[in-house]
């Protein structure tokens, strides 16, 4: 049975980051956050491995795909497909500035075209029971007035999506990197204040820059749910507090070394399924951020976990040294 879908605290969709294995190990930490995967686009699944990008573990739960694309018909299939791997929603990208990503015409110069989106959004409403998302800026180049940012929500709004989640940030399409665009443009925080003022019935996620529990409850006194994005990767014990301070769960967290015990057989079961033990320990390299001894779980790890004679114990010796 999938775990109710809450969308109070949700971990952002992160390229080359929030894979599989990611996932799985920052479900040890919270229960109860809502995790979505990488952007998979639709040339992905429904012309490569589908079912290697969209496989994962029911302990990920609650889980939803994020999608890339633009084309009605092409979302719409491959919302169809997904359907059958058990996700609890389906997200849309309007938001990401790479390069690769405009070529493809989806991400976020599709905030140049709402009608596109709708029409996108629509077709994938159809194709599915779940509920349809989408993530997206504040605006985009010379597109990011208020006004321009309100018509583009209330158009897609119209097709019956009512949940967004919103990157307090405008893209620059043309002169920043990725990595550019998630610092270099201010974030406006008050104007997704005032987007869910003035759309009081939609639902209102707001993520960008968002590191410490008093900025989150800060933003949960205006809008609906915050999602946060690298401060989860890079200090994912940052989450333990989840749980218990947002949605009133009793049970007490893990400690760090214990999560690193719990994590052991997945590993060992991935690892027997040829998985390199780096692409697993990569993601838990924050684990033991600002305690004593993170520096030397890190190097060992860094050191070891990637030779292709790497075996299992590297991770048990790295706690160790943790001490």
Same mark, same amino acid.
């Given at each position: 049975?999938?775990?109710?879908?809450?969308?109070?605290?949700?971990?952002?969709?992160?390229?080359?980051?929030?894979?599989?294995?990611?996932?799985?190990?920052?479900?040890?930490?919270? #229960?109860?956050? *809502?995790?979505?995967?990488?952007?998979?686009?639709?040339?992905? =699944?429904?012309?490569? !491995?589908? +079912? $290697?990008?969209?496989?994962?573990?029911?302990?990920?739960?609650?889980?939803?795909?994020?999608?890339?694309?633009?084309?009605?018909?092409?979302?719409?299939?491959?919302?169809?497909?997904?359907?059958?791997?058990?996700?609890?929603?389906?997200?849309?990208?309007?938001?990401?500035?790479?390069?690769?990503?405009?070529?493809?015409?989806?991400?976020?110069?599709?905030?140049?075209?709402?009608?596109?989106?709708?029409?996108?959004?629509?077709?994938?409403?159809?194709?599915?029971?779940?509920?349809?998302?989408?993530?997206?800026?504040?605006?985009?180049?010379?597109?990011?007035?208020?006004?321009?940012?309100?018509?583009?929500?209330?158009?897609?709004?119209?097709?019956?999506?009512?949940?967004?989640?919103?990157?307090?940030? #405008?893209?620059? *399409?043309?002169?920043?990197?990725?990595?550019?665009?998630?610092? =270099?443009?201010?974030? !406006?925080? +008050? $104007?997704?204040?005032?987007?869910?003022?003035?759309?009081?019935?939609?639902?209102?996620?707001?993520?960008?820059?968002?590191?410490?529990?008093?900025?989150?409850?800060?933003?949960?006194?205006?809008?609906?749910?915050?999602?946060?994005?690298?401060?989860?990767?890079?200090?994912?014990?940052?989450?333990?507090?989840?749980?218990?301070?947002?949605?009133?769960?009793?049970?007490?967290?893990?400690?760090?070394?214990?999560?690193?015990?719990?994590?052991?057989?997945?590993?060992?079961?991935?690892?027997?399924?040829?998985?390199?033990?780096?692409?697993?320990?990569?993601?838990?390299?924050?684990?033991?951020?600002?305690?004593?001894?993170?520096?030397?779980?890190?190097?060992?790890?860094?050191?070891?976990?990637?030779?292709?004679?790497?075996?299992?114990?590297?991770?048990?010796?790295?706690?160790?040294?943790?001490?």
């Amino acid at each position: 049975m999938k775990p109710e879908l809450d969308r109070t605290i949700s971990i952002a969709p992160m390229m080359d980051w929030t894979d599989r294995h990611d996932r799985y190990f920052l479900r040890l930490i919270t #229960k109860r956050a *809502l995790l979505y995967t990488e952007m998979v686009t639709t040339g992905a =699944i429904l012309f490569g !491995d589908a +079912d $290697r990008f969209l496989r994962f573990d029911p302990a990920e739960q609650p889980l939803a795909l994020q999608l890339g694309g633009s084309d009605p018909d092409a979302l719409a299939k491959c919302c169809k497909i997904a359907e059958s791997y058990d996700y609890q929603e389906i997200n849309l990208n309007v938001g990401c500035p790479s390069d690769r990503v405009q070529n493809g015409r989806f991400g976020a110069c599709l905030m140049a075209e709402p009608e596109t989106v709708a029409a996108a959004v629509s077709a994938m409403q159809d194709a599915t029971s779940l509920p349809v998302t989408v993530k997206t800026r504040i605006g985009i180049d010379d597109l990011d007035s208020y006004d321009y940012f309100a018509d583009f929500i209330g158009r897609i709004a119209e097709t019956g999506v009512s949940t967004f989640i919103v990157h307090a940030r #405008k893209a620059w *399409l043309t002169g920043l990197s990725p990595k550019e665009n998630r610092t =270099i443009p201010p974030l !406006d925080y +008050d $104007r997704v204040y005032r987007l869910k003022t003035e759309f009081s019935d939609l639902e209102i996620i707001i993520n960008g820059g968002i590191t410490s529990h008093d900025e989150i409850e800060a933003h949960l006194a205006r809008v609906d749910g915050v999602m946060v994005g690298r401060e989860a990767y890079q200090n994912p014990y940052f989450l333990a507090e989840i749980d218990q301070r947002y949605y009133g769960v009793d049970d007490e967290t893990p400690e760090r070394r214990e999560i690193v015990e719990q994590m052991l057989p997945y590993v060992a079961r991935e690892m027997a399924a040829g998985v390199p033990l780096n692409s697993i320990t990569r993601h838990m390299l924050g684990l033991f951020q600002g305690r004593p001894g993170a520096r030397a779980w890190r190097r060992h790890l860094s050191e070891n976990a990637h030779k292709k004679d790497a075996e299992i114990h590297i991770l048990t010796d790295a706690a160790t040294r943790s001490r």
